[in-house]
């Protein structure tokens, strides 16, 4: 018999003689915090997935005027001015 099976005897030295019981987790019910946080972790986890899908089918090209650096092709053919006037900002 382990711990968590099992009620044992406290042998501490001390007087209270009474005993110590030890739950398993098999025992636990979830309360609301659990399923708040399964819930808001699946939300996430989800809004992550869909994220990351829809960003796949964009097609990327070689940003203009930097070197080793890669930009989403639809973003510069929606405002090249506006781009080339950022990239004299930096």
């Known amino acids: 018999m382990g711990v968590c099976e099992s009620k044992e005897r406290s042998n501490n030295g001390s007087d209270s003689g009474g005993e110590v019981t030890s739950w398993r987790v098999e025992d636990r019910r979830p309360?609301?915090?659990?399923?708040?946080?399964g819930v808001g972790l699946a939300v996430v986890v989800a809004g992550l997935g869909l994220y990351v899908m829809s960003?796949?089918?964009?097609?990327?090209?070689?940003?203009?005027?930097?070197?080793?650096?890669?930009?989403?092709r639809d973003d510069f053919e929606d405002d090249p001015a506006g781009y080339f006037r950022g990239l004299r900002r930096i």
């Open 31 to 37: 309360d609301a915090v659990d399923i708040a946080v």
């Open 55 to 72: 960003r796949m089918d964009r097609k990327t090209m070689k940003a203009p005027g930097r070197s080793h650096y890669r930009m989403y």
